[in-house]
């Protein structure tokens, strides 16, 4: 039915082209250019003579110039210091520390600071520093384009500034009581926080204070920070940011301070009957809107160059670089162009216009022909969507029909019993959405396939890449295994979980849309030898992850979930090999005051649980051997079953538990394990693999005990430094002054410092600042991180 309506739609685009195609034989192309201004980086003078352009990666356009008293630039806020210092060359904002990341017609992008303070789990702190930027004495000021932004999940940043005698005072608050709260991409309140900043500061003061010392929530999320930065080139990562320790490197790296720039404080009519007006022939005179005063200058229409430097802007040929836009002739004018006919035609000249037309043309002829075909086609067209609307409606009823078939209603029924707002995340995607992301499900986007359907690549209109696993031809009991799936997903949200984005139940066969995770499975990761990826201590970070993943879904989960089917093949790694556990097919809700739940044996060979195989008694437990026979996989490299080997080797989990007993732990381990793990740790891992793998389930640990031992087993390969303190950092050209805890005693640096910024680096206060010295020396820090 589905192909019948593609084929109609198909006929229809076909006949619409026939009649455009009359259309365009009997007219000219429509192509439209236009000259626009360029900007002051363009051009061939874009610097006095005998001045250089660059710095390091920079262009430095005129009224900026590169040495201080070099005479390149306008006056000596606009002269920038190339420090060779770096490789490549670094450019700082005339005799100051502001490093300089771009410069456009009317902005420059700065090196950011970040405000910090850091605590340990019993609430002590242990790094800090507050963060400032002051440009009072420049012709610059912070543009509106900025956000002040705060990072933490028990915190508050206040950011005080102001312009002249004009003082600002804003502030901004986060707070969350798990990981699991925090949510990728939303800067609202729960663990990242922006406000706005009015424009044309001239200076600020960032401090970060908290409410409870981090207490509770330090194991993932030890610092508070804030900074003022550009909003479009920050996105909040959520655990990923609170986790990462080169946070203020990458803010400071990666989110520039927008400055506005401008000549002097006066206006354009004050500008031009002074001696030292800037605009030069060709340019016009735009005042900022900034409340400050100071002008700027920008090139006329169809012309390009820099406006500030003689003899000013030049024509742009429009004929020689829009070739196409006139049908004939082509005559350029200063900061224009004119279209003409030669002699025999008429009409404007302009390909987006009337064009040239021949005046012994059958133009009238043609378009009484143009109105038959128009005609017939329209009759065409009407009867056609007539049919196609026909058949729409018998397409309707039959997606009506798969939806129950696929068992929509019950997935309603119990949908409708889950408490809280996850379910109301999942899309429901159409088939046509669907068959177009997979290119119609074709062979090549195939990921793999299991014992419940097929998993197919996809790509969304939005770009997003998904994994679209596609049912096989359904019976009642797959039907009801489907609708299980969904409704587990729908309450799971764990960042080591794989998501359920949504699904599509219209079609013939149920489809399920999920995150697409890119580096295939960690049985194949084990399975090959030559993963330099897969040492030790990344073996334990992924088995970590997956314990953590499964304890949540034991116990911290709306419902409690038992998977069922914990095996390496069902462990999936993403780009940055993190572990996401998947296939919920098998999967079982428990309510809370359910120990054990009797169900039909479902598993796979090789990981099922002896005591669940002749009981039928389903527990938590059952996931916990699973995951103990992928941990004797990562140790030993082997697979769970293999009947290739000698009858003592074909089960993993009985071969390792007897190789304990008979103290030959070590010949059996994988040679890289043997290599990088020392013997106290690699025996502490084995007893843990022992415990999991117990015939009695009273006697195995629980996920969450599994999951905490393998976190504490990982830190056998830090090293023993790796825990110490951290100095405070303290950075700006200030006082050395000693602090307490509080940072919000810490004095604002006064105005006759003439400062703007640049930090961190070390030192014994508890600052993180930027500034312009107005003296002729230079001053630079000596121990920069940058």
Known sequence: MEQLVNMQKKFLLWTTYICFFWIISATVDTNSSSASNTTITEGDNITQPNCPRQCGNLTVPYPFGIGIGSGCAIGRWFEVNCSTAYDPPQAFIARGNIQIYNISDNQMRVANVVAKKCYDESGDIVDGYTAWTDITVTPFSFSESNKFTMIGCDDYAYMTGGRGSENFTTGCRSQCYSAETVVDGYCSGIGCCQTPVPKSLKYYNSRVRSFNNHTGIASFNPCGYAFLGEQERFTFRGVEDFLDTNFTERIQETVPIVLEWALDNITCNEAQISLDYACKENSLCVDTNNGLGGYRCKCNEGFRGNPYLSPGC?????????????????????????????????????????????????????????????????????????????????????????????????????????????????????????????????????????????????????????????????????????????????????????????????????????????????????????????????????????????????????????????????????????????????????????????????????????????????????????FGVVLAELLTGKKPLDMQRRQEEKNLATYFIKSMKENRLFSILEPRVLREGTLEQLQSIAELVKRCLSLDGEDRPTMKEVAMELEGLRKFNKHPWANQSVHEENVGLINNQSEASDLYTSPIPSNDLYSIQMGPYKSTGEFSGQHISDSSRLMFPVNSPR
């Open 314 to 626: 030049k024509d742009i040929d429009e004929c020689a670089e829009n070739s196409n836009t006139c049908e004939k002739i082509c005559i350029n004018t200063p900061g224009g162009f004119n279209c003409s006919c030669p002699n025999g035609y008429y009409g404007d000249g302009k390909k987006d216009g009337r064009g040239c037309i021949a005046q012994n043309s059958k133009f009238p002829v043609i378009k009484y022909s143009l109105g038959i075909v128009f005609g017939f086609l329209t009759l065409v067209i009407a009867i056609t969507w007539l049919y196609i609307i026909i058949n729409k409606r018998k397409l309707i009823k039959l997606r009506e029909k798969f939806f129950q078939q696929n068992g929509g209603l019950l997935f309603e029924q119990q949908i409708s019993s889950i408490e809280g707002n996850m379910a109301s995340r999942t899309k429901i995607f159409t088939a046509e959405e669907l068959e177009k992301a997979t290119n119609n499900y074709a062979d090549d986007q195939i990921l793999g396939g299991g014992g419940y359907g097929i998993v197919y690549k996809g790509i969304l209109p939005d770009k997003r890449v998904v994994a679209i696993k596609k049912s096989r031809v359904m019976d009642q009991s797959q039907i009801e295994q489907f609708v299980n799936e969904m409704v587990i997903l729908t309450q799971v949200n764990h960042r080591n979980v794989v998501k359920l984005l949504g699904c599509c139940l219209e079609s013939e066969v149920p489809l399920l849309v999920y995150e697409y995770v890119s580096n295939g499975t960690l049985f194949q990761h084990i399975s090959n030898c030559a993963m330099t990826w897969l040492s030790l201590e990344n073996r334990l970070r992924v088995a970590s992850e997956a314990a953590g993943a499964l304890a949540y879904l034991h116990s911290a989960a709306s419902k409690p979930v038992i998977h069922r089917d914990v095996k390496s093949a069902n462990i999936l790694l993403d780009e940055h090999y993190t572990a996401k556990i998947s296939d919920f097919g098998a999967s079982r809700l428990i309510t809370l005051d359910q120990t054990e739940v009797t169900t039909l044996i479902q598993g796979t060979l090789g990981y099922l649980d002896p005591e669940y195989f002749h009981t039928s008694q389903l527990t938590e437990k059952s996931d916990v051997y699973s």
